[in-house]
């Protein structure tokens, strides 16, 4: 009987540091989108691009986001969500 109790007791701190990690992953994922607003004018001045180019660039990762997140479940789903979470973060540091 108290075997079972212990199970379910580390699945519960389990369950909560992965939401912790999904919550500070997500937190990770919004400043490398958010931060291109203030350098639009070094960009475009750096760069010698229009506006409309800084735009373009500042809409790709949301194009990415979108065109990726179908396939983000089976990849869970095979792999689990931890590694799934470990090399999207990979990734994420590569790109920034």
Known sequence: MEGSSNKIDKRFIYSILLFIAIVLIGATLRSPISSDGPL???????????????GF??????????????????????YGMEFTLMISMIVLTAGI
Do not use: D, H, R, Y
């Open 40 to 54: 639009v004018s070094f960009f475009t001045e750096e760069l010698n691009i229009s506006n409309t180019m800084v």
């Open 57 to 78: 660039m500042n809409t790709l990762p949301l194009v990415a986001f979108g065109l990726f997140s179908p396939f983000i479940p089976k990849i869970s789903k095979k």
